[in-house]
């Protein structure tokens, strides 16, 4: 019960829709890019009434090393463009799998075995997928 509290505070916490044409948007992308995320997609969940964000963007990177790297990338050049937060971040013991969350925009920063198992584009398929492989 209590994660259903937490996710009903989460929701209340989204104070509007972002666009996709957003420098907070364009920053996450181009950080992710910068440090060679691989098979970068967005999904656009702003047309979705369950959907807690207005977007994931996934990538995959082929170590734990990189994929600590994306994660921290990300935040920091997040913080320094757009002078924003996570929300909360999650994964960095195993780097597996990092999530960091900005609540209108939630990242997953995966390794490919885990990406594959869990396939989040499949479990989201109702929403409009965007490819962001060039830099």
Known sequence: METLSLLANRK?????KLAKNSKFFKTVIKAIQEKKGENIVSLDLRKIPEA???FFVICQATSTTQVKAIADFVE???KEDCGETPYRHEGHQAMQWVLVDYVNIVIHVMQPEIRKFYELEELWSDAALT???DI
């Open 12 to 16: 209340n916490t989204n104070a509007g």
């Open 52 to 54: 807690m964000a207005d």
């Open 131 to 133: 490819e962001h492989n």
């Open 76 to 78: 920091h050049k997040v």
